[in-house]
């Protein structure tokens, strides 16, 4: 019968002498793991000094490309720069200032993201970022940015920027309550002055909205946009005068001549009482275009409030030529009939327009309780 031998080899010895006392080494204990953790500790130092290396290598080329006024260059070596070492602060603000100049706008935002999230939190960072979310038109995050700055640097002027992108989204309360700081901030800024008038004009509160608006014309003549939105507001104001005043303006100032522009100054002159100036423009824009059904109708309704007649029948007989249904110039065809004093006629094609379009009844009733 075989014995099991109880003497140990010298190797097992030691291991069980390192069991009942744990403060005990050997040299044979986890040979292969002491064999490779020295070599992999010097691999993975090595490759991050050899990356640094060659990141400052890069960088340093970058900036001899900018000395030497060779941007496109220098933002080449900046950017393998960055692929060799991302967190390189330096390296970092000269990318983003790269960009900048090349007008490489997105880029430039991410790496300013980039140089603050590593820290770089300085005002003049969130300054970049603010104007770069706010031209790229992302505003959540330029409203982030504008407060970051406003507490790293509380003398910073950031109401305008607030106020602008509540007016760009319709938000007038906030916006008026910033753009009135922003005015305080900037009292000469015309574009401030505009958007409060047109804060007010888009809510329809045109009595508010003319001054601001005069303001900033006079703060910036060349704005003939805002000329003109001026006389559209004072017409919607029932200020005729400074509507055409306005409109002609605007015209005078540069603002295109196209036919929408021709017909509101045909139709401010009317307003204003000046009757041949305005038709003369209306009739001209007719020419070009002789189907335009409501620029006739405004024509013939323009000569009869003049008691043009003949002129007014004349216009409104061209809508029917090209619109046989339409009641409306059948009835005031009738009524020039009437004002010339065939009222028989007038009164037959008037019932007949009634018959084609019942509603017209209450038009009649209403200009016969008025003495029309």
């Not at 010097?42 to 970058?62: C, H, M, R, T, W």
């Not at 400074?242 to 929408?260: C, M, S, T, V």
């Not at 009757?275 to 000569?303: C, H, W």
């Not at 029917?320 to 004002?339: E, H, R, V």
């Amino acid at each position: 019968m075989m014995r099991m031998s109880t003497e140990l080899d010298p190797f097992h010895s030691e291991r069980l002498e390192a069991m009942k006392n744990p403060m005990i080494t050997t040299k044979k204990q986890f040979p292969m793991f002491r064999g490779t953790i020295l070599p992999l500790f010097v691999f993975i130092s090595s490759f991050a000094f050899a990356q640094a290396d060659s990141s400052n290598y890069f960088l340093q080329k970058g900036l001899d490309e900018k000395q030497k006024g060779r941007r496109m260059e220098s933002l080449k070596n900046f950017e393998k720069s960055f692929r060799y070492d991302s967190s390189n602060k330096v390296m970092l603000g000269e990318l983003a200032s790269a960009y900048m100049d090349l007008r490489k706008y997105y880029q430039a935002k991410e790496t300013y993201k980039k140089l603050v999230t590593l820290g770089e939190t300085s005002p003049s960072n969130y300054k970049q970022l603010l104007q770069l979310c706010f031209n790229l038109r992302s505003y959540d995050e330029a409203i982030l940015y504008a407060n970051d700055l406003k507490k790293t640097a509380p003398s910073e002027k950031v109401n305008y920027y607030l106020g602008k992108i509540n007016y760009e989204r319709e938000n007038y309360g906030d916006a008026l309550r910033y753009l009135d700081a922003a005015a305080k901030d900037d009292p000469q800024n015309a574009e401030v002055s505009y958007m409060i008038g047109r804060s007010y004009a888009d809510m329809q509160n045109y009595k508010l909205a003319i001054p601001y608006y005069q303001k900033a014309i006079e703060q910036d003549g060349s704005k003939y946009g805002w000329i003109y939105e001026l006389g559209l507001v004072c017409y919607a104001n029932n200020k005729n005068a400074d509507a055409l005043k306005y409109i002609q303006l605007a015209g005078e100032r540069g603002y295109p001549k196209d036919n929408g522009y021709l017909q509101n100054l045909g139709i401010a002159n009317l307003d204003a009482g000046k009757f041949d100036e305005g038709i003369s423009i209306l009739n001209d824009l007719l020419k070009k275009r002789p189907a335009d059904l409501t620029l006739l109708d405004m024509v013939a309704q323009a000569y009869y409030d003049n008691k043009k007649y003949d002129d007014a029948m004349n216009n409104w007989d061209a809508i029917l030529g090209y619109d046989k249904t339409n009641a409306s110039a059948l009835y005031m065809i009738g009524m020039c009939y009437m004002k010339k004093g065939d009222k028989g006629k007038g009164t037959q094609l008037c019932d007949k327009a009634i018959q084609m379009d019942p509603s017209l009844a209450n038009y009649k009733q209403k200009k016969e309780m008025t003495g029309f």
